[in-house]
Structure formats: C-alpha cells, structure tokens
C-alpha cells in the first residue's frame, strides 16, 4: 500500500492545489499522485542546434542565453518577446501571461535549458511558452528521461502543469521510505512474471534513466491494474457459481431424442455438439448458467438453442429466446417451425408488440399456465405482464444490443431460483472484451461453419469501377442467382439516404430490364415491406434493393451477391454482418463493397480488412484497434468494476491475457483466500473496493 495521506500535506502543494486535483483528476491521497502515469517522455540528454531546426521536430532541447527581451502591443495583445541564441542561429521566444514574473526571474546574458516546440514564424523559429530552467542547476543536470504529465486547462491556468506535477510527483517519492510501501503484488508473483516491485517501479515511471526502465516499470503498473482487474472479476465468477442454485435440469429425453433422430435435417458440426454438451453440463449442474455462446454469423446458433430449448422442456420447464428486433423474432420462429415440422409435444409461440388483441391476451394466459413451451420474442418478453409458470432457461439473441439491465430483469422471471441464462452473440466480441465485460459469464464458441460453405469473395470497387459491377452482375443473374444491393440510411440524412437508394432502384431496373428488381427499405408500410421481402425470398425478384433492414433475419440460400453501397459509410461489425446474408447456399457468393475515388487512410483500413478477412473475430478486434480511444473503448472501460489508470484492455489486451491466467492461478490455489504469501493481494483487493463503494456514494 502506498501512502494514504492527503495530498494537502505534501510539500508545495496546499489545500487550494489539492482540491484541484481532486476535482480534476481524482487525486486524493500521496498514493493516488504517486500513481498517476506520465504519458510521454522527453530524452533531456540530447540537445539540439537551432540551425538544425526543422518545423516538424516534436519537441527540442536547446542550450543558450537571451539577448534581449522586448514589449509588444497592449492590453489583450500584450506580449513578451525574447531573442535567444546558441551560437548557430537565432529563436524567438513569446509569452502571453504570467509575463511579470518570466522578466523578474530570467536574465539577459545566463546560460539557460528550454524546451518546447518549434513553430516556423517569419521566416523564424518561435517557442510560446517555453519551459525554460538555470543550465548551471546540477539537478537538470542529472535529468535523464524527463517525464510529462497531462493536466487540465484548469489546471494550467492555476499554474499547475506538466512542470509543476513533476516536481510534487517528485517531493512525494523522495518523502517515501521504501519499506514502509506494502507491495499489492507478493514477490514470489513478482518474479514468475518478472515485474519490479513497486517502489522500483515507481521510482522508473517518474525519474527513468533510460526508455527500458520506462518500459518495465509500465509493464508493471499496467499488470497490477489488470491483475487485480480480472481477480474481481473472476471471483465474482466464482461466488456466484457457488451460491446461485439452478434448475437441474438433467434429462435428455423425448422432444431431443425425436428431434435429433427423426428431424434434423443435417449432420450437426462438430463445434455445434461441443457447445451443446457445454450447455447440458450446466444445465444439470444444479447452479444457475450463465453462458455466452459466441459464433460468427451463419455458424448454425439458432439450432444450438433450439436444443437448448428442448432439455429445458423435456425436464417440464418453459424456455424463452429474447431477440432484438421484430424482424429478428419473427425470423426465428419462423426458423424453428420449419426445424420442428409438425413435432408434437411442444408448442412455439411468438411475442412482439406486433402481437395484438385477442391472440396477445392468448398467449399471455397460456404462457402463464405453462402451455406455450417456448416463447420467442423481443423486449416485450421482460414485461412484468409476461408471467411464466416455470421458466427454465432464457435465451438472449445478439447479446451487444441488450442492456445488462434487460439481463437482469430475466432473473426476476422465475423461482425460487433464476432461470438458467445462455447468452448468444452473432458480432463476436473480441477476446480482450470478453474477458472483461463478460468476464463472469462462462463462454463457448462454435468456431466452425457447416460443411460446403465457400468463403465469400469480397472486392473493392470505386465509384470508377460500377461498369465491372455490372458487368458482375449480369454474369451473376444469368446464372440463375440473387443479388442484394444495400444502401446506408441514417436519420440526420435520411431524406438524401433515401433518394439514393430510389436512384439505385432505377438504375438497376434500366440496367437490368429482363429481370425484376424489388425494394425494401424501413419508411414503408410493413405490409408492402413484408410482400417486397417475401418476392425475394421466392425468387420471384431476383435483385433486392434495401436499408439495412435486411442486416438481420432473412435467409436467402439463393442470394449469391452482396453489393454494399457507400461502404465507407458503415462500421466493419455491419458490413460483416451484411456480408452474412449471402453465402449460405452451395455457389460461390462475392460481396462488392462500393466506394466513393477518395478516401480517408482509416477508411481504406477498414475496407481492406474487409477485403482481406472473414474471420468475424479478426474484424471485431480490427475494429475496437480502429475506433481507438473512442466511444467503444470509453464504454469497455468505464464499466469496469476497477478503475483503470495506466493500463486499457484494448491495447494491452496480451497483457490481459497473462493477468487473467495469473489471477485464475491464485484462485485456484488460494481458493479460500487465506495463504499467507497472498495476504497482501487480497487486502489489496479488499482496498479496492472500498474505494469503488465510497466512489459510487458520490457519484
Ligand atoms: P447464426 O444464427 O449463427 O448466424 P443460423 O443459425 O442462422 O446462424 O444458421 C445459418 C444457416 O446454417 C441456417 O440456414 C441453418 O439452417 C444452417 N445450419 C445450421 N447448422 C448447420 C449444420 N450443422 N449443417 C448445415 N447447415 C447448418
Ligand atoms: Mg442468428
């Protein structure tokens, strides 16, 4: 443990400073400061010539005197201006504010040390605001690696920046007895992973005397963080298998059997049984599951559920499928129908808020006396007015769509124990994610597509290319295939969305005159929508042209082709998904994205990747790479149960992996937390998470 101090205490820093740093950066204790991360690092050993300048030089060092300072302007464009030189040219250097005190405390004609960053200016090297300290100091003499530390524009303007955090940071470690810090991680953990302990550590991120020490000491803050992280997370895990009794629902019986035997229609896949005996092992575990089944589109999940369903209700509970959308509800059952015929000895019932009146009011009695056996639907299946007579086993569809709130609500459902949980997802989560979010859910992949599938062929064409488009699609349609030509439509454009779209409609339709092109898109009456889908699905049109309503739900064996218009406009987890639609007959199937000539660098990275794989889960974690630091890494981290400083399960997610491993080891080993040698982990843990409870009392 580091020292619990108020900041407030520490030498220069008061009571003004440290309420600021509490509310900018959540700096209460010396501890917290000590742990604060700088976030790049400036070799102090290397000084550079003014005439060796160049505008795009990050950062230079330069040692020299000023010749001359000089006032300019007045009132809101008051300025300070200084000439300085090395003897191999001339720089000029500008201040705005703080101005009385840069002439008192620098003097004409003293060696000096100044950083900053070059702006060519009149044919001139500028620095605004340089830093600038006394060259004679032996202290900046020993400056190795400097370190720099964010703060706000708050902050900066309290006179409190980068410089100033350096040296409180500074004041702290040198204040700090080494053997009086309790080290979070116990040497013996220190060494397997060789990490440094934590005084080292610290004393590297802070004051490095090389870019290595750097690298290891934030490999070592980076794994406590992660460590502990997946500690929590996988103790939770744990607990909760251990207290929450489940439905043990052991019997294969009658409804498999049949099915198996006499109804399914093809061999199941090898990753399909696997995740099915996965499932039963829970299912008759007595204690609840809670399962993420992951598999990339068209790996055959709906069947892993089907038979899911049927343990349930051959052991006389109920089960439900929970879908995101209508489409998709209705999708599915109409899947399961057509998988079951006309089996007898279960009933399927759909229920969305399509359903209505009398049919509605059915559906909700006969669910609550047990006699609609599998229930599919959407939200409206969380509705406290939906009451099972004994739900054993709910399944979640397309699990990124569905708060963990909606999951919850599931619990309520049944007693005296919650149904089991198995939790499906077609956007395969990458790994890194998995590990965290849904770290506590125990997880099965099918990792194998049914047999006689080809992979999808997918090109890149530019607005230049639509010629060989057609072209394609001619050949395409000749041969007795169909093709889906999507359009991208969002709210803020719709207007436009949608006249592109009718523009496409009628190209087509000139281009292709001998055959019928349909069109799909959410703005009509659902009854139109559903006969222009239904015409596709017969083969009756043979090019469809649509939003994204076709992203989920229809299966079109057939369909051998999917144009992507203005694919730039989509996120990569879309078009994948997109691309899903086709190949799932026995042709060869291509998808085309369209682009506009010009394009962004991050933009051809998508597209290429696109091109190049479709292995759903190499597209997940190119994606999360691709967003960077943006709203897709803010929500994977924020709602984690530690807060992160250092370390971001994005871009350490290797070192996530090592962490996972080490925290499971000590579970297993320490499995009632009472080893000596752990003692300092799990107090640390325990500290913690006093932490996250005083926090979540504020906030
Ligand atoms: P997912 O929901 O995982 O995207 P689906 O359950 O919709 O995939 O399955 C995709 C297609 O593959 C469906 O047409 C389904 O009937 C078919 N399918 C599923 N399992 C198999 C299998 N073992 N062999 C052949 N086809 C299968
Ligand atoms: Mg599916």
Redesign the pocket.
């Known amino acids: 443990m580091l020292p619990t101090l108020d900041i407030k205490y520490l030498k220069g820093i008061g009571p003004a400073r440290a309420s600021l740093l509490s509310k900018e950066l959540q700096v209460e204790t010396v501890g917290d400061l000590l742990r604060i991360c700088p976030y790049k690092y400036i070799d102090r050993t290397v000084i550079h010539r003014i005439c060796d300048l160049r505008e795009e030089m990050p950062f230079v060092q330069l040692r020299g005197q000023i010749l001359e300072f000089e006032e300019e302007g007045a009132g809101r464009k008051y300025r300070l201006k200084a000439t300085f030189t090395d003897g191999t040219g001339y720089v000029e250097l500008v201040w705005f504010n703080g101005i009385k005190y840069i002439q008192k405390s620098l003097k004409v004609g003293k060696t000096y040390l100044l950083l900053g960053k070059p702006t060519l200016f009149n044919h001139r090297f500028a620095f605004s605001h340089p830093e600038i300290d006394d060259a004679d100091n032996p202290a900046i003499m020993e400056r190795k690696m400097q370190a720099h530390y964010h703060t706000t524009d708050k902050m900066k303007r309290a006179g409190f920046a980068s410089k100033q955090m350096g040296e409180a940071i500074c004041t702290a470690l040198a204040q700090l007895r080494p053997d009086a810090i309790i080290d979070p991680l116990p040497p013996y953990l220190r060494e397997k992973y060789a990490l440094p302990d934590l005084y080292q550590a610290l004393c590297d991120l802070h004051r490095p005397l090389s870019a290595e020490a750097v690298g290891t000491a934030l490999r070592r803050m980076k794994f406590e963080e992660l460590f502990f992280l997946q500690l929590d997370i996988l103790r939770l895990g744990l607990n909760r298998k251990r207290t929450t009794q489940g439905f043990p629902l052991r019997r294969i019986g009658d409804l498999f059997n049949t099915f198996y035997r006499q109804y399914l229609p093809?061999?199941?896949?090898e990753a399909?049984k696997r995740v099915i005996r996965d499932i039963h092992g829970d299912l008759r575990s007595g204690r609840q599951m809670n399962r993420l089944l992951q598999?990339d589109?068209?790996?055959?999940?709906?069947?892993v559920a089907l038979f899911a369903a049927l343990i349930a209700i051959d052991n006389g509970y109920q089960a439900a499928i929970m879908a995101p959308t209508e489409i998709l509800a209705e999708q599915h059952l109409v899947?399961l129908r057509q998988f079951l015929h006309d089996m007898p000895g279960i009933r399927i019932e759909l229920l969305t808020g399509n359903v209505k009146g009398k049919a509605r009011r059915t559906i909700l009695e006969d669910t609550e006396r047990g006699e609609v056996h599998l229930l599919v639907g959407t939200h409206a299946l969380i509705e406290p007015k939906v009451r099972f007579a004994r739900l054993g086993l709910a399944i979640v569809d397309e699990q990124h769509r569905f708060g963990v709130k909606q999951r919850a609500a599931l619990w309520e459902k049944s007693s005296p124990c919650p149904p089991h949980i198995l939790v499906m997802t077609?956007t395969p989560i990458p790994r890194t994610l998995a590990m965290t979010v849904y770290g506590d859910l125990d997880v099965s992949v099918i990792d194998e597509l049914?047999?006689g599938r080809k992979p999808i062929q997918t090109v890149h064409y530019r607005s230049v290319d639509r010629p060989k488009l057609f072209a394609g699609l001619l050949h395409q349609l000749n041969q007795g295939r169909q093709v889906y030509v999507v359009y991208p439509l969002i709210q803020e454009n719709e207007k436009l969305d949608l006249q592109a779209l009718e523009q496409g409609y009628v190209a087509l339709s000139e281009a292709f005159p001998q055959y019928k092109v349909g069109k799909v898109h959410g703005k009509m009456p659902p009854a139109e929508k559903d006969a222009a889908m239904a015409e596709f699905v017969e083969g009756r049109t043979r090019l469809l042209v649509s939003t994204t309503v076709i992203e989920v739900g229809v299966?079109v064996p057939n369909a051998s082709v999917m144009v992507i218009e203005n694919a730039e406009r989509f996120g990569l987890a879309q078009l994948h998904q997109l691309r899903?639609r086709v190949g799932?007959g026995a042709a060869q199937s291509y998808c085309i994205l369209m682009t506009r000539d010009e394009l962004s660098q991050t933009t051809r990275r998508r597209i290429s990747t696109m091109v190049e794989s479709t292995d759903g889960f190499v597209i997940a974690e190119e994606d999360m790479r691709l967003r960077g630091p943006g709203d897709l890494e803010g929500t994977a981290q924020s709602g984690l149960p530690i807060h992160l400083r250092v370390a971001n399960i994005i871009r350490d997610a290797d070192l996530l992996a090592t962490c996972r491993k080490a925290a499971s080891e000590i579970l297993r080993f320490d499995p009632e937390e009472k080893l000596p040698q752990n003692a300092c982990i799990w107090q640390h843990l325990q500290h913690l998470k006093k932490l996250r409870e005083n926090f979540s009392g504020i906030s």
């Open positions: 093809f061999p199941l896949t399909q598999g589109v068209g790996s055959g999940k709906t069947l899947t077609a049914p047999p299966n899903g799932r």
